[in-house]
């Protein structure tokens, strides 16, 4: 029987943001990583969320409802290590079959989207969506490419050579958000149509 789970990757510093992009409103009641969350829960066992110690801390202080007792965190003291190490941290605490990786910045996965993607699930590939002949967001790799992920020393290592290692799966989706990255303010006030910002942000 195979298994599912999933990293958030949310420890990057958000300098070109200005703000915790974990944080950032999606609708009305969600967050980016409350939102996530929810679409993670309704199809896999376990999410751990690799974050930065510095949004640990800010959330301690100033609001604890961010803090889920269904998921797991894992504190990246070393954000400067890169995309690579962070996946690592996440990687270590997931034992399953399968496991979506996921950025903070794409907030837009849906459980219709991780579902297709699970039914596309074959050992020692990958999956990825493609829209409109462009791949996007997340990733779900087998544990034979989570293993070979935990190996890698070097820390400017790209994901992407990696990947060339294995054979992957073309999920074909008719949504674009899959493509959207939400990396400054203008990113987000385009893509959602709203100003959440405050002057001190910028």
Known sequence: MKSYSAVILS???????GFPKALLPFNERETFLSH????????????VIVISQDLFEFIQINDKKYFYSSVSYVINKYPEKGKIYSIQLGLEHLHTGFIFIQNIDNPF??????????????????????????????????KSIADRIKDIRE??????VLLNEFDSI??????????????????????????????EWL
């Open 170 to 199: 073309d999920c074909l989706t008719q949504d674009p958000n899959v493509l959207l990255n939400i990396n400054t303010p203008r990113d987000y006030y385009l893509t959602f149509d709203k100003e959440y910002f405050a002057e």
């Open 155 to 160: 820390e400017d290592f790209n994901l992407h």
């Open 109 to 142: 996965v849906t459980k219709d989207l991780l579902r297709q993607m699970i039914t596309k699930a074959e050992n020692n590939k990958y999956v990825v969506p493609k829209f409109d002949s462009k791949r996007g967001h997340p990733l779900l790799i087998h």
């Open 36 to 47: 996530l969350i929810k679409q993670y829960k309704k199809i896999v066992q376990n999410v």
């Open 11 to 17: 420890s990057g510093k958000s300098k070109r943001m």
